[in-house]
């Protein structure tokens, strides 16, 4: 399900499809040196003026592990007005993100989707990373160390835990 908060402040909810598909994307790598794209499950484009699940592929490659480290071992990743968070989220005795849900947010648009989804679109990231290494071959150009690498692999057991839960 997706949320949107409208101009009035209430929230406007849209059920949307549920499963995401990470994807490498040359052009992308080239231009922007961020190697992931998100796309719906059967290959459609996903208008990212009405999703926030665009915030989990804008980290340049250099930082994905970061990124998966802070999903681990915060539950959130954020930058100035985006980010993503997996539930519960409380305040005080109200419920704002239930603990089966992750929220992924660009601005004001917010895709809300169950928290297994959300660990799953982790894993994806996680596995086209280290795709990209022999795709684009990232070791021998010098864009990634066996740092990176490790960091990766040793995120994915966890993630797929999470997911698998």
């Not at 909810?13 to 992931?36: C, D, G, Q, T």
């Not at 995120?155 to 999470?162: A, N, T």
Request: proline content about 3%; glycine content about 6%; charged content about 30%.
């Amino acid at each position: 399900m997706k949320k949107r908060l409208s101009e009035h402040g209430g929230l406007n909810l849209i059920k949307v499809m549920s499963k995401y598909k990470i994807v490498l994307l040359e052009s992308r790598f080239i231009k922007h040196e961020k190697p992931l794209y998100i796309k719906y499950a059967d290959g459609s484009e996903i208008d990212f003026n009405n999703e926030g699940i665009g915030y989990v592929v804008t980290r340049e490659l250099a930082k994905i592990p970061v990124f998966l480290k802070n999903i681990l071992e915060k539950g959130y990743d954020k930058s100035h007005y985006s980010g993503c968070m997996t539930g519960p989220v409380n305040l005080g005795d109200d419920t704002l993100l239930a603990e089966d849900l992750a929220d992924v947010w660009v601005m004001e648009t917010h895709t809300i989707i169950p928290v297994k989804d959300f660990y799953d679109i982790c894993v994806q990231i996680a596995e086209k990373s280290l795709e990209a290494i022999t795709v684009f071959n990232l070791k021998a150009s010098g864009k990634i160390d066996n740092q990176w690498e490790e960091d990766i692999k040793s995120y994915l057991p966890k993630l797929k835990q999470l997911r698998d839960q």
